[in-house]
């Protein structure tokens, strides 16, 4: 009886040894089995959707321009000169001084001019009164027909010397060609001044005009009277209203432009030689679907956006601000689909289509890089986005 008690304890302790070693190993089968689950459970169906900005598409005003750079000209521009040697007497203006067409700038030493003037109208005057002397004879044929002609001859050439006279007389009186500023004198009084010396520059600002020089290729988008900008960084860079005055009829062999004339509407403040930037208005639309160039993805010489679209069951809304978010029942509601584009009109920041997308279609403008067809999306805020994708 105590020899079988024994073997009973001993097979009860095997036995609670043996339930122990299962329940340990179970409780860690069950770890092991739960685990793949518990991940899953923490991986969120967010994670896995690619994060992008996008805008809904609008119209508005574009303008393709063509910009040059330049210097001023004002095209109603003179040197004067001196048309005889002579000291000077009297310097009548200076520089930046306004003058008028015909306004006396500098006088010259003319006594010896005057001397001569003087003596020709003395002879001149004895000449008409033999002339009509000699006219009373001969029409009482009291003189030969060559008496007459000689008294005749005499008079003509007297009155030729006295224009001479008066002509050089006239030359120590130097006058403004046009009217405008004097830019530059170049004599002082006293100075003795040679036949054909420079001494004066008038330049008249109203004439101040801009050339650029444009490809030909260009040439079929100007026209006279067509709309530029035009702007002086010297003077803050505000832009001033300009229109093409005239359009070259030839085009330079060697470079291939055409020299453009620009008309400018405000030139106050404006000066010769001022260096200015132009911008040549060669398309306008006032209502064009526009289109962000950073929403452009490039393939070869092709262009595509992506647009957002909605996936089955979901819903998408627009925002006041214009940005769309996605339903909070549905992280994963939305997709994008590539669509190609043909630019119409282009400036720096848009460009115009008229196919393939309309008001209010969600183009990605961040995040579209490595974007594939059909690949889910989430929205993200504008600002965060462009924030965070420009870095």
Not at 341 to 357: K, N, S
Request: net charge negative.
């Amino acid at each position: 009886m105590l020899a079988g008690g024994r073997v009973l304890l001993a097979a009860l302790a095997v036995g609670l040894s043996t339930a122990l070693l299962s329940g340990c190993g179970g409780a860690a089968s069950g770890d092991t089995a739960r685990r793949p689950a518990d991940q899953e459970e923490a991986a969120s169906p967010e994670s896995e959707l690619v994060p992008v900005a996008a805008i809904p598409l609008a119209r508005g005003p574009i303008e393709s321009v063509l910009r040059y750079s330049t210097n001023l000209e004002a095209e109603s521009s003179i040197g004067v000169y001196s048309e005889a040697e002579r000291r000077v007497t009297e310097l009548l203006v200076e520089e930046g001084r306004r003058v008028s067409k015909g306004d006396v700038l500098v006088r010259l030493q003319d006594d010896e001019q005057e001397s001569a003037l003087a003596r020709i109208d003395s002879q001149l005057a004895k000449a008409e009164h033999e002339f009509a002397r000699q006219q009373r004879l001969y029409g009482q044929e009291l003189i030969s027909e060559q008496a007459f002609n000689d008294a005749t001859y005499e008079l003509e050439q007297l009155q030729i010397a006295r224009e001479d006279a008066l002509r050089e007389l006239g030359f120590a009186t130097v006058r403004a060609p046009i009217s405008g500023v004097v830019t530059k004198r170049l004599v002082g009084l006293g100075d003795y001044v040679r036949s054909n010396q420079h001494l004066f520059d008038i330049v008249d600002f109203s004439s101040i005009v801009a050339r650029i020089y444009v490809p030909e290729k260009e040439l079929d988008r100007l026209a006279v009277g067509q709309e530029a900008r035009l702007a002086v960084p010297a003077l803050g860079g505000e832009a001033r209203p300009a229109s093409i005055l005239r359009i070259a009829p030839t085009v330079d062999s060697q470079s291939g432009t055409v020299k453009v004339t620009l008309s400018i509407g405000d030139r106050s403040q404006l000066l010769p030689g001022m260096f200015v930037e132009v911008a040549l208005v060669a398309e306008r639309d006032e209502n064009a679907l526009r289109v962000p160039k950073r929403a452009l993805v490039l393939d070869q010489d092709q262009s595509f956006v992506y647009r957002v679209v909605p996936r089955a069951g979901a819903v998408a809304e627009v925002s006041e601000a214009g940005a769309a978010e996605a339903s909070a029942a549905d992280g994963g509601g939305q997709s994008v689909e590539r669509v190609r584009v043909e630019p119409v009109i282009e400036d720096r920041d848009w460009i115009e289509v008229e196919d393939g997308l309309a008001v209010g279609d969600l183009v990605v403008v961040a995040g579209q890089a490595g974007l594939k067809p059909g690949v889910a999306v989430r929205l993200l805020d504008l600002d965060e986005a462009l924030s965070t994708f420009d870095r």
